[in-house]
């Protein structure tokens, strides 16, 4: 037989105390529980005997000693026989011989309460042996105190019946208590192999899961709502491998730029730490002339099922080779629009010499026109092109003269000059919402930042819509708004409209994609944010927001 694993009992194990057969694994504890029970009963058969070979005895001493040595024999025999190499029933025989020789006590002594010891071998076979075992306890004690009833020849009292129905109570409560421990048993065996198929089903997905993770060419690293790294993989590792210098000090970091320092509070895991989410961080590790590599890197914040902080994830990945890129084609982009600015600035003198000699004809005159304003709208691109193009981050600060202004007569005035195109397809200009609102910028900036929003309104708003326009200020901040009623702008176009030369899908693609880069760079310059709020086919609303009174030590 192949022995039951300690602690998870089996279904056999019940039916075999329900049937009275041999357990599967029982003979691991068979001489155990046998010879327990027969040494307990052993022991106080022993005091008994003893106190009566010190003492008076009322009765019958030969018979009661008999009964005392069938108990003492069966015992030694219960020491020494194998129980484990024979079926399990024969265990029975032991209980069953002991009620014999408690039979022979009582008997030796009718006027005592030796009966009592039958409440051990009843127990026994109640317990360990099922419902026949109880069946057979109950039939032995009313068939044995109704051959002793007879015998005695006395009268049949209520004490006639109390002993064996404390017998048969005692009986039936261990068989019920043996019941409720199988069953409690059998519950946690289930519960403890559904715990094993939980774990080992755990044990898989985390495998799974750290397989997924260190197949993945960017870098996971899971913080724990205490602030500690809990898990990483190999890609993480990967990604600074080659940056570490030789005295082991910490890599150095630096902004998007790559040249500007980033300080140690603004590393995107002390971010997370902190209990920041934030989005496509850019940071530079590593000094030149050694290896360099750029990492974009976003945090998201996990909570935990009753709504609390869980910690966050940071995701990294290497964008070197994309911005080394990026970087490569502005340069070349610079250079080239640089070289082609001196030339368009000769042709636009000529062309205004040309256009002013009286001796040009007219229809002349008309082509040269249609001519320097191609030239000039050429010249215009240009210069956006080396404003986005610049490696200085200061480019637009530095060119900015700010002064208080009424951005109210700015606004007006973009958007009475843009009326003629917007009549072209039939769209209003609404002026209704503009208020005095004075602002500290630079006029010539500004308007550029006006005639960019109002333009890009009418090209992507629909025809016989509605621009609207409005300026408010609290006193402290003053806002523009340029709302259309346009095709609007999806979430994929939304998250990228900002970057340089990049141009929104859409019916109308004209341009180079800088405008709105260069816009939102000039509203910067100047202290202030560019707002977008859009909806796909119910138009788009940009909001400037603008400094309203003159920063401190510019007052004058």
Do not use: C
């Not at 900036?445 to 025809?463: G, T």
Request: proline fraction near 5%.
């Amino acid at each position: 037989m192949t022995a039951a694993t300690p602690g998870r009992p089996r279904v056999s194990t019940v039916r075999a105390r329900l049937t009275g057969t041999a357990p599967e694994g029982a003979d691991r504890t068979r001489d155990r529980t046998a010879m327990l029970n027969q040494l307990l009963l052993a022991a106080v058969v022993f005091v008994l005997g003893v106190l009566v070979a010190v003492g008076p005895f009322v009765g019958d001493p030969v018979l009661f000693f008999a009964g005392v040595v069938v108990v003492v024999a069966v015992t030694a025999a219960t020491l020494i026989v194998p129980w484990k190499s024979l079926s399990y029933g024969w265990v029975a025989v032991v209980p069953a011989v002991d009620i014999v020789a408690i039979t022979l006590m009582q008997i030796a002594a009718p006027d005592t309460v030796l009966g009592l010891l039958w409440i051990f071998p009843t127990t026994w076979l109640a317990a360990g042996f099922g419902m026949l075992g109880l069946f057979g306890v109950i039939v032995a004690i009313a068939g044995i105190v109704s051959v002793l009833t007879a015998l005695s020849a006395t009268e049949v009292t209520y004490r006639t019946f109390l002993l064996p129905l404390v017998l048969f109570a005692v009986a039936a409560t261990s068989h019920l208590n043996a019941r409720r421990s199988d069953a409690q048993r059998m519950l946690l065996a289930k519960q403890s192999e559904l715990l094993r198929s939980i774990l080992a089903r755990t044990r898989r997905q985390e495998q799974v899961v750290t397989e997924v993770l260190d197949a993945v060419d960017f870098g996971v690293v899971r913080i724990g709502a205490d602030g500690r790294v809990a898990i990483t993989n190999d890609a993480h590792g990967r990604l600074q491998q080659g940056l570490e210098p030789d005295d082991g000090a910490e890599v150095p970091a630096f902004r998007d730029d790559g040249s500007a320092p980033l300080p140690s509070d603004e590393l995107p895991l002390e971010r997370a730490r902190r209990g920041e989410a934030f989005d496509d961080q850019i940071v530079w590790f590593g000094v030149e002339p050694g290896p360099r590599r750029a990492l974009t890197i976003t945090a998201r914040r996990i909570t935990d099922p009753d709504g609390g902080d869980a910690g966050a994830v940071v995701i990294s990945r290497d964008v070197t080779a994309e911005l080394t890129a990026l970087r490569a084609r502005d340069e070349l982009v610079a250079s080239v629009s640089h070289e082609l600015r001196t030339p368009l600035t000769s042709i636009l003198g000529y062309l205004d010499l040309a256009i002013e000699d009286p001796d040009t004809p007219d229809d002349v005159r008309a082509g040269l026109d249609i001519a320097e304003r191609n030239a000039e709208r050429l010249l215009r691109i240009v210069a956006d092109i080396l404003a986005a193009s610049s490696s200085s981050p200061t480019s637009v600060e530095a060119s900015l003269t700010p002064q208080l202004l009424d951005a109210q007569d700015l606004v007006r005035a973009a958007a009475t000059d843009a009326l003629p195109r917007a009549a072209a397809r039939a769209i209003s200009v609404d002026t209704t919402g503009l208020e005095p609102a004075t602002a500290w910028a630079d006029p010539l900036r500004l308007r550029q930042v006006l005639d960019n929003l109002i333009s890009n309104a009418i090209a992507y708003n629909k025809d016989g819509g509605t621009v609207f326009v409005g300026t408010t200020s609290d006193g402290a901040s003053s806002w523009i708004l340029v709302r259309d009623t346009g095709v609007g702008i999806s979430d994929a176009d939304r998250s990228r409209l900002f970057q340089r030369f990049y141009k929104a899908g859409g019916e109308r693609r004209a341009g180079t994609g800088l405008g709105l880069a260069i816009t939102r760079d000039i509203v910067r310059a100047h202290g202030g944010d560019l707002a977008l709020h859009s909806a796909p086919g119910v138009g788009s609303t940009f909001i400037v927001k603008l400094p309203a009174v003159a920063p401190e030590g510019d007052a004058e």
